[in-house]
């Protein structure tokens, strides 16, 4: 269906601060936007491949705090945590987010999350701005060190990904 | 490749004339008269693009000819779309079971929306 190609996750660095995600999920907006934010739901489907989400809180107001731990298949775990700035139910979310890791210096950078009603279905906006383009590139390089050599294809994929955040 | 050079890879990549000329080389290599032709830019504006480019390594450009051709040069680039492609791919294996979960959700809220 039409609708099912919209739902691909297209990653943008609209500039040298930023990395954008914009994702279609087939579900009303009031329903992603617990999916997102309510630790019964996120803990359902958070976190990369093989992982489990061994610590789950958030205190959804202005001022309140949240944290995930991420457990691994080999028992290694990555803490991220931050602080709620702005709530609107159910169509935007801001908070400061900080990867846990005192070898990386915390690294703390800025979502803003946006659901934009397409009448059944959702278009999910998130916008991670980070403080330095160093850590912003940093962030975009964890994890990576398990992939192996990508194509030359993607090259043209990346163009036309950078092309779309300049418009 | 070092910290610095990627830097100098995404700050040349953040333009976008930068950007277009790059996928204008993308389909084959021209001269800096050609690729100021679809900008309605003056040449030494181009050239100074140009240099932005080769100094972070995205382009070369040949000595053989008068003309000089550019053209693109695929290492750089290929490590910028390695890092989004792996963080794409890792956020869409959670999007992905999302998705799931959604449904979940939706079935769960017609059923107590039945009930009621």
Same mark, same amino acid.
């Given at each position: 269906?039409?609708?099912?190609?919209?739902?691909?996750? @297209?990653?943008?660095?609209?500039?040298?601060?930023?990395? !954008?995600? *914009?994702?279609?999920?087939?579900?009303?907006?009031?329903? @992603?936007?617990?999916?997102?934010?309510?630790?019964?739901?996120?803990?359902?489907?958070?976190?990369?491949?093989?992982?489990?989400?061994? !610590?789950?809180?958030?205190? $959804?107001?202005?001022?309140?705090?949240?944290?995930? !731990?991420?457990?691994?298949?080999?028992?290694?775990? $990555?803490?991220?945590?931050? @602080?709620?700035?702005?709530?609107?139910?159910?169509?935007?979310? !801001?908070? +400061? &987010?900080?990867?846990?890791?005192?070898?990386?210096?915390?690294?703390?950078?800025? +979502? *803003?999350? +946006?659901? &934009?009603?397409?009448?059944?279905? *959702?278009?999910?906006?998130?916008?991670?701005?980070?403080?330095? @383009?160093?850590?912003?590139?940093?962030?975009?390089?964890?994890?990576?060190?398990?992939?192996?050599?990508? *194509? $030359?294809?993607?090259?043209?994929?990346?163009?036309?990904?950078?092309?779309?955040?300049?418009? | 490749?070092?910290?610095?050079?990627?830097?100098?890879?995404? =700050?040349?990549?953040?333009?976008?004339?930068?950007?277009?000329?790059?996928?204008?080389?993308? =389909?084959?290599?021209?001269?800096?008269?050609?690729?100021?032709?679809?900008?309605?830019? =003056?040449?030494?504006?181009? =050239?100074?693009?140009?240099?932005?480019?080769?100094?972070?390594?995205?382009?070369? /450009?040949? /000595?053989?000819?008068?003309? /000089?051709?550019?053209?693109?040069?695929?290492?750089?680039?290929?490590?910028?779309?390695?890092?989004?492609? /792996?963080?794409?791919?890792?956020?869409?294996?959670?999007?992905?079971?999302?998705?799931?979960?959604?449904?979940?959700?939706?079935?769960?809220?017609?059923?107590?929306?039945?009930?009621?």
């Amino acid at each position: 269906m039409a609708a099912k190609s919209n739902s691909a996750l @297209v990653v943008t660095l609209p500039s040298d601060l930023e990395i !954008v995600m *914009t994702r279609e999920f087939d579900a009303p907006r009031h329903l @992603v936007f617990e999916a997102l934010t309510k630790p019964e739901h996120v803990s359902r489907w958070w976190g990369c491949r093989s992982s489990t989400l061994s !610590v789950c809180e958030i205190d $959804f107001r202005v001022g309140g705090s949240w944290r995930y !731990v991420m457990r691994m298949a080999d028992g290694g775990e $990555f803490a991220f945590s931050g @602080v709620f700035h702005e709530i609107a139910v159910p169509e935007r979310m !801001v908070c +400061t &987010e900080r990867y846990e890791e005192p070898k990386f210096g915390n690294p703390e950078w800025v +979502t *803003t999350l +946006t659901l &934009e009603d397409l009448g059944g279905r *959702t278009r999910m906006i998130s916008r991670v701005l980070h403080k330095s @383009v160093e850590a912003r590139n940093g962030h975009l390089q964890s994890g990576m060190e398990k992939g192996a050599g990508e *194509t $030359f294809d993607r090259l043209a994929e990346l163009l036309a990904s950078l092309a779309q955040a300049a418009v | 490749m070092a910290t610095d050079a990627l830097s100098a890879t995404f =700050s040349a990549l953040a333009d976008p004339t930068r950007r277009a000329i790059l996928a204008r080389l993308a =389909s084959g290599q021209a001269s800096v008269t050609e690729l100021a032709g679809p900008f309605d830019m =003056s040449l030494p504006a181009v =050239s100074k693009h140009l240099k932005v480019l080769q100094k972070a390594g995205l382009i070369a /450009r040949g /000595r053989e000819a008068q003309w /000089r051709p550019c053209r693109i040069e695929a290492g750089p680039l290929k490590e910028v779309a390695g890092w989004v492609e /792996r963080y794409r791919s890792c956020w869409e294996e959670s999007f992905s079971r999302l998705d799931d979960y959604l449904e979940e959700m939706k079935w769960k809220e017609k059923k107590h929306g039945r009930k009621k």
